[in-house]
């Protein structure tokens, strides 16, 4: 998952080209992203909660993935991504949804 993870991470963001500081999202915009990113990647790759152990082991690998990335994924959010591909990645639903974010330029 972490590859994959890595992946959508690089293909919704740092693709995206610099963006200008009125452009910018926010740094609350860039945790909704990430945290879009992380459901979408834990769901495609077929993460389903059907016990309380199941869903603490999942909030818990998700942390982790979000711990992992958070430094280099906010500065490439904040300061490298238009805003109008990150409020993309924040509406996204599917991983089809996700990867089209790339091609809203």
Same mark, same amino acid.
């Given at each position: 998952?972490?590859?994959r993870? @890595? $992946? !959508?991470?690089? /293909? #919704?963001l !740092?693709? &995206? %080209?610099?963006?200008s500081?009125?452009?910018a999202? $926010? &740094?609350?915009?860039? *945790?909704? $992203? +990430?945290n879009?990113? !992380?459901?979408?990647?834990?769901?495609?790759? %077929?993460?389903?909660?059907? /016990?309380?152990? !199941?869903?603490?082991?999942?909030?818990?690998?998700?942390?982790a993935?979000?711990e &992992?990335? +958070? *430094? =280099?994924y906010?500065? &490439?959010?904040?300061?490298? *991504?238009?805003?109008?591909? @990150?409020?993309?990645?924040i #509406?996204a639903?599917?991983a089809?949804?996700l990867?089209?974010?790339? =091609? *809203?330029?």
């Amino acid at each position: 998952m972490g590859t994959r993870f @890595v $992946s !959508l991470l690089g /293909s #919704a963001l !740092l693709l &995206a %080209g610099a963006a200008s500081c009125k452009n910018a999202a $926010s &740094a609350e915009q860039c *945790t909704q $992203s +990430m945290n879009n990113i !992380l459901d979408i990647e834990f769901a495609t790759a %077929g993460a389903k909660a059907d /016990s309380p152990e !199941l869903k603490a082991d999942i909030a818990k690998q998700k942390k982790a993935a979000a711990e &992992a990335k +958070m *430094t =280099e994924y906010m500065d &490439a959010c904040k300061n490298k *991504t238009p805003r109008r591909i @990150v409020e993309c990645t924040i #509406a996204a639903k599917t991983a089809e949804q996700l990867a089209a974010c790339d =091609e *809203t330029k």
